[in-house]
């Protein structure tokens, strides 16, 4: 379990950054926007607009060829009202030129027949479904008085909603009066200058005006008027809210808009079908079969003619391409809508995600909660792409999802932070008293440096060196300092390297205990496996420092210690107070193994393990010593020297003193004292160094116990009365 104070610090960085989330999708609409449409762009270039070419939509295109065959633009009227008649002639249902004809002809002087170049386009296109280009523009440069359109509002008023011009530049009053439709050519595009929504009307100098799409459907269908209709109309239900203009019927059409009166184009790839180049139109006999029912956009596509703009699909499309596509999307019905409730469903959507991946990456393993959060991205997008891949709708996935990763890397992050705290604290409790290896997993379990301890199976050494207070009276403080730096290091390394753990140093002493903080099964063998690794360290101490003193020419005097052994239940954890606490094992089994170092120098052995330890680590070679009553203790414990490892535990010698020894307590036990006196001496012969002391001290006992009478009552028992 975490720490409470882990839990707070969680939930207080978390919780900061959902609000910061949350507020970001208020606060933040400028640059969400830029990054809708970023996201929706891409979508549109992974699914465009599929191009039909059985939809009534064409465009006559003054292409390089079309300049090359006919001349430079702009070209005589006559030659566009030749234009006309053969597209009327072809029964095309509206004629609509994407160019502004604001201005006379420029051989408008030179009349022939008594009429103009502008007369005879003029004459041309009266009675003809000829739609021409007016522009809207922000400063005062005409009435823009050429709509040629009716309007029927409902509801709110639309012009407060759209817009606002001062005048626009309409095309010459005697071609405006002929033609069927004026509408404006201009775009709004984006900061960016690409074209995603354009306005399907606008308002010039307080009246409303159409725009050029708008205008080619309404006269393809013979249709006089727009109904446009905004919110509080009769059957929208906007409990007086004012929302904008919700829609525009042209003829059979109705056309969803935005609050104003703009829609999102859904651009397709250009289509080499949609396209006949304007000198083909204009030879005579060409087959126009196909412009038959059409609305026929006429303009610019050489790129001399710079009428280009920017779409989400490529960075120059012709702008007569652009108008054709708009009235290719108003038929077809496919559209891409930002619904008015998709704001509030996104925020909505952010806050339980968040809230959600909170939790989450509290409660999982790291691991399962990147796979959440994987996973939750991967949602987040599938459902915005679902939504615009199949319904057209714009779900922005971008806020979402940088608010749950932005949640998710601080979730992450605190618990990241907190980990290395709890590292530090870990390293700092337990770097110098356990092996790295134990340090890396304990990091694992930052739960044990939690003050207070529980009961576990340890196996406890103590070991303390022979005659140190004499030892140092032949040191000054720096050089005793020397020596303990110099015996302990490597002598913790025995037991770290083996997963020991030191609890502390007690001036040249030292306690260390196995299983714990992390289980060890082989917690008996590793401290006995310790213990041994340390009487050879002593062995190969004790020659550096005779070969340092031969050279120094002072004499040596070989240091020599004590190891117990001990295994049984102890307390073990985090002991002292919230200001300062340590690791460490406490209870009797502790008192016990230092108990058993004491007894050490009763035995004339170094190194001494109780009945447990022997049980749990059997193949050593280990010599029995006697049941003992330690001082202070009611009930006896079995000891045992420990003689060598199991390799010498499975010689030959080894088995021949073994049996010498037993005999020797069997004698012992049965009250056969000078028999015991006589294998004693015939073990010692046989007995290593380690051990050989232990024959010395029980040829003293036995020769005592056979020289003195022992009550009918007497047991083979040894009571110390030293610790």
């Not at 390293?427 to 134990?438: D, L, N, Q």
């Not at 770290?496 to 992390?518: C, E, Q, S």
């Not at 496996?529 to 005779?546: C, F, P, Y």
Request: charged share 20%; net charge negative; hydrophobic share 45%.
């Amino acid at each position: 379990m975490r720490k409470a104070s882990e839990a707070r610090l969680y939930a207080l960085t978390t919780t900061t950054a959902c609000l910061l989330a949350l507020l970001a999708g208020v606060v933040g609409a400028p640059t969400r926007a830029v990054m809708q449409d970023l996201v929706f762009d891409q979508y549109q270039r992974w699914k465009p607009r599929p191009y039909a070419f059985d939809q009534p939509v064409r465009v006559v295109a003054v292409d390089d060829e079309s300049l090359k065959r006919l001349g430079q633009w702009p070209w005589r009227r006559e030659r566009l009202a030749a234009l006309v008649e053969a597209l009327k002639n072809a029964g095309a249902a509206a004629i609509v030129f994407d160019f502004l004809f604001a201005e006379k002809d420029r051989d408008d002087a030179a009349a022939t027949a008594g009429q103009t170049p502008d007369d005879v386009f003029a004459h041309a296109i009266d009675g003809a479904p000829v739609v021409l280009g007016s522009f809207v523009s922000d400063t005062p440069v005409g009435a823009g008085g050429s709509a040629k359109a009716g309007f029927v509002t409902a509801g709110d008023d639309a012009t407060k909603f759209l817009t606002p011009s001062p005048g626009a530049l309409a095309p010459l009053s005697q071609l405006a009066q002929h033609a069927a439709g004026v509408g404006f050519l201009n775009w709004r595009p984006d900061a960016d200058r690409v074209v995603r929504r354009v306005p399907l009307i606008l308002s010039v100098d307080g009246a409303l005006h159409p725009s050029l799409a708008m205008e080619a459907l309404r006269v393809a269908q013979g249709a006089s008027t727009y109904i446009v209709k905004s919110s509080n109309a009769s059957g929208e239900t906007a409990f007086g809210e004012v929302y904008g203009v919700l829609s525009i019927r042209n003829g059979d059409l109705t056309i969803q808009t935005g609050p104003s009166g703009d829609v999102r184009v859904y651009f397709a790839r250009p289509d080499p079908r949609r396209s006949i180049p304007a000198w083909k139109v204009l030879t005579p006999g060409a087959d126009l079969s196909d412009l038959k029912g059409a609305i026929v956009f006429f303009g610019a596509s050489a790129a001399t003619l710079s009428d280009i703009v920017a779409t989400p699909l490529t960075p120059s499309m012709p702008g007569v391409e652009a108008h054709a596509q708009i009235v290719e999307q108003l038929l077809s019905g496919q559209t891409l809508t930002r619904p008015d409730w998709a704001p509030s469903a996104e925020w909505m959507a952010t806050a339980v995600i968040c809230a959600a991946l909170v939790a989450t990456t509290w409660a999982l393993a790291p691991q399962f909660a990147a796979l959440v959060f994987a996973a939750v991205i991967a949602a987040i997008v599938a459902a915005s792409w679902f939504a615009f891949s199949r319904a057209g709708l714009l779900i922005e996935p971008t806020y979402p999802a940088f608010s749950a990763a932005a949640v998710y890397f601080t979730g992450v992050s605190t618990l990241y932070a907190v980990k290395r705290h709890q590292e530090r604290e870990i390293r700092s409790a337990f770097g110098r008293f356990v092996s790295p290896a134990v340090v890396a997993r304990l990091a694992e379990m930052p739960g044990a440096l939690e003050l207070g301890g529980l009961q576990r199976q340890l196996t406890l050494l103590f070991c303390d060196i022979r005659s140190f207070t004499t030892i140092s009276e032949g040191f000054n403080a720096s050089e005793l300092t020397h020596f303990l730096n110099e015996y302990l290091t490597p002598m913790t390394d025995a037991i770290l390297d083996r997963l020991g753990t030191v609890d502390k140093y007690m001036g040249d002493a030292i306690m260390a205990f196995w299983n714990a903080p992390l289980d060890d099964s082989d917690h008996a063998r590793h401290a006995v496996e310790s213990a041994l690794a340390m009487r050879q360290t002593l062995v190969s101490l004790n020659e550096g420092w005779r070969k340092r003193a031969e050279a120094e020419g002072r004499s040596f005097k070989p240091v020599r210690f004590g190891i117990g052994l001990n295994t049984g239940e102890c307390c073990v954890g985090n002991l002292g107070s919230l200001r300062r606490f340590d690791y460490s094992a406490i209870g009797d089994e502790v008192n016990v193994a230092s108990r058993l170092e004491g007894a050490c120098k009763i035995f004339q052995v170094d190194m001494i393990g109780s009945e447990p330890t022997r049980a749990e680590a059997p193949d050593f070679a280990w010599l029995e010593i006697d049941s003992v009553l330690l001082k202070n203790k009611t009930q006896p414990v079995g000891l045992y020297a420990l003689a060598g490892d199991a390799a010498v535990a499975a010689s030959d010698e080894f088995a021949e003193l073994s049996r010498v020894h037993s005999a020797m307590l069997a004698a012992y036990r049965d009250r056969d004292f000078a028999g015991a006196v006589s294998m004693a001496k015939e073990a010692a012969a046989r007995a290593p160094d380690a051990v050989r002391g232990l024959y010395s001290y029980n040829l003293r006992r036995f020769s005592q116990l056979a020289e003195t009478a022992q009550d009918p009552d007497w047991r083979p028992l040894i009571a110390l009365d030293e610790k």
